[in-house]
């Protein structure tokens, strides 16, 4: 992976897998660092720029990305993450802003390389393009278990789309796939317990930004 370009902002992604709770976690602490005068931006992938929001349609609801090889996908995540890089988030970075991230590389990472099985290497230079050296300061990887994750989303009773509608082994190889990832990059993922309540978690999610934000 390419070098981390130094900007005066702070940039952090927050990963999981599906019902692990991170829309719920990033609006707690964009919530808790703008009451305290932080300019945040929450982003979201695939998506948030009119060609992300474009593929992502694709991807999850257009009955023409039904057919789509895992090798048609992976380029489609990394042509949405190369718009977003450069029309929106080094231009915030650069600016002194808060950004984060719901999903960036290491969803590439995980869905494509190591749950659809595409070769490692291949989606590794995918993704060093795709940022061009812009990674996150922080990635919180917000861990639970598939039996809960699974029964959070069967809970809200709303049609899944097309990842959520995957067997139950492919959320165990999302989740193990993560917790690898964050074993080999520990100085940039932190791995936080998200079957606590939300309020400790949003804790705990609290202090490691503090902490990181302290070391810089
Ligand atoms: P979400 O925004 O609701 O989390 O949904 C995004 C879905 O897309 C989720 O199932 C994970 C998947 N995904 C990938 O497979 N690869 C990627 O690079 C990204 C960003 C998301």
Redesign the pocket.
């Known amino acids: 992976m390419s070098e981390n370009i130094a900007t005066p902002g702070f940039f952090l992604s927050f990963e999981g897998s ?1 019902g692990c709770g ?1 829309s719920t976690q990033i609006g707690l602490l964009a919530e808790r660092l703008e009451k305290a005068g932080q300019r945040v931006v929450v982003l ?4 948030s720029t009119s060609a992300g929001e474009a593929i ?1 349609h694709l ?2 609801h257009a009955k023409e990305g039904r057919s789509l090889t895992p090798e048609a ?1 992976l380029l489609l ?2 042509a ?2 190369a718009q977003l890089v450069r029309e929106k988030i080094r231009p915030l970075l650069e600016a002194g802003g808060f950004v984060i991230l ?4 290491d ?2 990472t ?3 390389g190591l ?2 099985g595409l070769p490692e290497a291949a989606v590794a230079a995918v993704n060093a393009f795709a940022i061009g050296g812009t990674l996150p300061r922080l990635t919180v990887l917000l861990d639970v278990d598939t039996e809960t994750a699974w029964a959070r989303i069967h809970a809200t009773g709303r049609e899944l ?1 097309r ?2 509608s995957q067997p139950r082994e492919f959320y165990e190889k999302v989740r193990q796939g993560y917790l690898g990832l964050a074993g080999a990059h520990p100085e940039r993922i932190a791995v936080v317990n998200a079957a606590l309540a939300p309020e400790a978690v949003h804790e705990e999610i609290f202090k490691l930004v503090e902490e990181r934000r302290h070391a810089l």
């Open positions: 599906e991170k979201r992938e695939p998506g992502r991807l999850q996908e995540f990394a949405s993450r719901d999903r960036f590389l969803s590439t995980v869905y494509q749950a659809r789309d990842m959520e």
